[in-house]
């Protein structure tokens, strides 16, 4: 470790480790059953519950979050290691409070929200009763550019009134899922960056349609779903807005640079997740005289996977640290790079690993093909890999516009 | 065109393309919707059997068999152009009763079947009423080395009892399929590649398990899909082995050339439809102040695209033109070679595809994840890469060795 | 062979192989220790002129013009095979008659010189009596968009007065390069495809000085070299300029397709040469217990080399064929992709045959770090490989338009 | 910076960025131009000793060993930052005598020579009065694999009689080389780690046979240069062996960790170097309607190589803290992935700079072509990567073997 954690963050990260042990990757066959049951399907397994208690009551809640206030004190860069950890299961990071979209929704109403805001929405939210979405992403134009988005939260006397359709609003099918954020345009004649703001909208409003669920090749995500969501003449009163009109952009960026962190981190979790499958797989199997683990080319693939996980996990440590030292937006083009780094070697590890388990690593037997589909989709999310490379290169430019004194 | 098609086989590819167009796009939606309704889920879509009435009525119908008795007298070059026309869509080639595995097991049957045989089962797969499986690969082992297979088909009496456990059976589950082609060892105690032997199996007879629907990448595939199959104390008369005991080998050898120019080729559709279906997004949509199109880094993905798309379809044609002129057995190297390149290019494309579309691209709006889903099972499937690397490297070896006078 | 050539055709490619066995390979040593013999440097190795002598006598001989007055009357298609056996080694296009940029000036004579330019400078080109250069590229600008090219070609009486820097004129520096052909500016107020001219240039003319020989990773290609040649108010009579002011543009498109096939097929044969290296390198050396032949890494490169050189090779056989069927412009998509393929497979593949020899492989032992340097220059002559992805990415969207009737 | 360095460590970073900006980048021309003339090929340019001087009188000097009698007291870590610096120049560590293989063999002194040796040897390559080699590799075997090593270090009386054949012993040419130190069998029937031992052998002793320069690429590399050593029947006391008979493999892989870290931070140094020159080329030039350095795909390639590079240094810096802290022997593995993960970087990050400097790229008017040549040798050099991704796999695998407990 380039850095040392603090010893409550290393004891943190032996009882997270000990927790997914006994408790989650048992508990995957058992979600998957459950969920099998067409009866079940949009409903929550029981042991997804009984496990949130019982990670709260050890303690392993909220870490997420880089205050004692809410979360538990971590930094960034120490909460990486354990975050890294939670993502070698897709059923973790619910269990500890610690899952995608609600850290951020959680992120944005403490920095963002007044007090009773912060009371309806963001305790229920820390105490794991209540789920959330964020509604940003259209379906009809390039929402990498936000500056493209159609919806529309117009002010009618002490309402705004919402009208748009959004989609990849991940958990708006769970039934637990009470409140969304939704970003759309208060003013389209402001300047760019000024036309947008940030809502809180009840789930139960009026006018809000689950359109339909979406799938990510063929998985549906149930219980949590990713849904189109229509919004038809939504009202909400005026004080549902988040710090105020024309705010919208600067609330996103804001969400951002933790959460990168976050999504960076497990997908190493899941490189590594998929490197051990690889090599247990090949140390059971035999082909043409030999165990798969004596091949020269089996061998090529497990000392790739290595390199590459391990120049992405300290890429994305190094970037925690910069944003715990200076702030995100130091950061911006660390982060933006690991936004880009981390999935594509989720993708080549779990590739390799698919490979060595023939037929067995597209099917459901193994974790591979959903982890796979899941770091695909990391590409997209918060935009596709373009946009963050036009960002690296801006910033690479400048800087070195500012040294150019350095005569080569 | 390095080498022309004969006019013939220039008409059928007009009729092919218009086909495709005027029956085959507007019905996947059709098929897909019909089969999202639980109830549908196993059954048959209507319209499939419609289409194949149109396809079968207007001669485009057993055209992959390079003969005129059974197919169209097609060679493996002029069919490898339709083939990839066909390959565009996932639910066309059986439409044209040229889907995988039905050709392949038509091909045994045609070759290594006697008059009994072909009476009771060639004939109604050409006539596309009945369905058939290939039963070959196992869920313990590695089945890249056909050596490990464990299924065992003893003879007791006039019988042979077949007791294996199968997986990746496609085509199990659905209703129509009738007969299977199992493969297993007759003598554990013979030479390695004498040990095996292929023999009928109708779906019907008692012992027959359909365990449980494989996914992949959470497809299930419905209604073909793939199955596990156990085969438990099935017992069937002794003239349903297919060639003489021992000569597995021999018919999974004569069974694969052709099969891997198909495979190949309809991948070849599957980068083309990507490809356009890439160009026609980035011509609607618009991020950052132009249209994607117009975007430098997308014409890159574009270029990039075809040049792989170029040579993958070159080096199949020359392939299947191989076959042609001197048979699979000289061709095998290209065969490997085709087997190995075509998936790979088409995941290429796929995947780029998949980027331009944003969210739309990993969900069910378009085929690309699905078919995406496809192109990596087919790197799996026969074997992967690595077992054809083998062969490459060995074929290229003996060839230097020969030529070895020529000093450099 | 998917198109076979005719056997005359067939019957110089033996010739040629026979050649290159008996005297290019055995001659390669002795031009290279000539050479080393400081007092050599810039003096052409007799083993040279002699070998000129017996290829001409052989009808080995102006190979590359595709019409039987000038050559040997071989399609473009047949070419290619031979061109290929050449490119093995960088001593065989002279020695064969057929080197750039003799060729392709050959080419501008005779399609775009007069009858008194051709006897002058054609003929002896012909005879192998003399050699030429082709004065292009510009030291301080981005030669790729050649509108950006700043030599003055200034009409004054009967005279041009040329005035300019070039850059990598190949072959300046060779005791027996009589001419040069020239582009410049004649009218830098036209429109930009309009300002250019080709003028012929006698290397004897005042003013025209050799600056200094480039190196090219290290080697300065002796005797032939690639020089920076100022051409300081050289003066030349109006009859040198060819076809017509301002058809500098038209005359460089028309210079290029064949040109592009030659070096393609010759990228080619030095792939194959390295791959045959590598081979036979891995039959003779052991490490940690076993030939380097029997290991698995050592055959998947053997494996991807011939993957990539088979598509490759493919690729640029079918545009030579269509440019023999409808002429260079139809296959410009064509000519842009083996532009850029074909040098990135021989680097790969030469690259591997480097690692294969370990510290052999970047020495003056073998020929590989040379033939390195060379593919690697070929990505950059005639522009980098971006200007040609452009040009490949218009066509292919401008065929998708044409074709959008096609619904997905 | 994920770890911070000490402020000494500070100064001396910033001390040598302007050491690099005043006096090596200038001097890159003057050394070329004075080799350039023939008569200076093989001697010293006088710049090179004048500048050695100035270095070491600002105490800029012996900077690498980690430790305060001999070097300066940095850790590797911090020794790290400084190496990147040098690294962008090859002229730079000579000048600070930190350069390979006079780090590699002072630490082989200080290790495992006595009194005597250190005195005669170490203190003046200490002062970088004169130089040595390392005669390891050989020309006839897989060096690889040291046990092919063939070189015979007999014993006869009170001296060792040396017989061999060595190549790239790089620095034998030189005029200020005194020592080598040769490795080579004292005992052919020990077992196969225990038969090698290393040997001081003085540069003017008869026997020793300087047969030639080897070049790298066209690069001779004057006036250090790479030579094929022969040693026919050499004599020296016993007293020169080093260590004892049988422990040259010992003395091997001490020797080897801290130069791995050196190797690597040089290339991480070149990388960056070449990223500045494709910026400060692609402001400068002008193509097809606008600056390079405002085309989308110039920005792809300098986002990818600050994303290469990056991770690359993340993973050199934190292998040599590891070392700090544990030993060579404990960061076996992460020593073995540097080896193979920054060269890769620096050719890609090279390559890319050649591509957007056009013919320049590949001449001698910018570094790039050198560097690339050595980044390239850099793959080789101990071995090439083959070998390294053994090792890393088997580690690996080790581990997982030890955490198997982890059910997935």
């Keep these: 470790m380039l850095k040392e ?5 290393e004891r943190l990260k032996v009882e ?10 048992p508990a995957e066959k058992e979600v998957e059953e459950y969920l099998e049951n067409p009866e079940n399907r949009w409903t929550i397994p029981p042991i997804i519950e009984e496990l949130k208690q019982k990670a709260k009551s050890q303690g392993l809640w909220n870490l997420f979050y880089a205050d004692d206030n809410y979360g ?48 309806e929405w963001l305790t229920p939210l820390l105490e794991g009763e209540i789920r959330s979405i964020f509604s940003m992403t259209e379906p009809t134009i390039a929402s990498s550019d936000a500056t493209n988005i159609q919806t529309e939260i117009i002010r009618v006397g002490n309402e705004y009134v919402i009208n748009g359709k959004k989609w990849w609003s991940t958990g708006a099918i ?47 995500h149930a219980p949590t779903g990713h849904a189109e969501v229509h919004y038809n003449n939504v009202r909400v009163p005026i004080s549902n807005l988040l710090l105020g009109e024309g705010r919208g952009f600067e609330i996103a960026q804001g969400r951002l640079g933790p959460g990168r962190i976050h999504h960076a981190m497990r997908g190493i979790g899941q490189a590594e997740r998929a490197l051990d499958l ?5 140390e059971e199997r035999e082909a043409f005289g030999s165990k798969l683990i004596d091949k020269d080319v089996i061998r090529v693939q497990i000392a790739e996977s290595r390199l590459e996980i391990e120049q992405a996990r300290l890429l994305t440590l190094s ?21 880009i780094a981390v999935p594509r070697v989720a993708l080549n590890v779990i590739d390799r690993a698919i490979e060595v388990h023939g037929g067995g690593g597209v099917s459901q037997d193994f974790p591979l093909a959903e982890h796979y589909a899941h770091a695909r989709t990391l590409r997209i999310v918060d ?25 080569l």
């Design 319 to 339: 970037t925690a640290h910069k944003i715990d030292q200076y702030g995100a937006k130091a950061a911006r083009k660390e982060i933006a790079m690991i936004k």
């Design 16 to 25: 997270l480790l000990d927790f997914m042990e006994e408790y989650i990757y």
């Design 278 to 282: 690889l090599i247990d797989r090949a």
């Design 383 to 407: 935009g596709p890999d373009q946009v963050h490379i036009r960002d690296i290169a801006k910033l690479e430019i400048r800087e070195r516009r500012k040294n150019k004194s350095i005569k």
């Design 72 to 119: 538990k004190g971590l930094t960034n860069y120490e909460y990486a290691y354990l975050c890294e950890i939670m993502g070698r299961s897709l059923i973790a990071p619910e269990i500890f409070n610690c899952n995608a979209p609600d850290t951020g929704n959680m992120e944005v109403l403490i920095k963002y929200g007044n007090e009773e805001q912060k009371q």
């Design 174 to 220: 769970d039934p637990r899922c009470k409140i969304a954020i939704v970003m759309g345009k208060t003013d389209p004649s402001a300047e760019p960056h000024k036309q947008q703001s940030m809502i809180l909208v009840p789930m139960d409003t009026p006018g809000i349609e689950i359109k339909r669920p979406l799938k990510v090749f063929g998985y549906d």
């Design 5 to 9: 954690i603090s010893s409550y963050a």
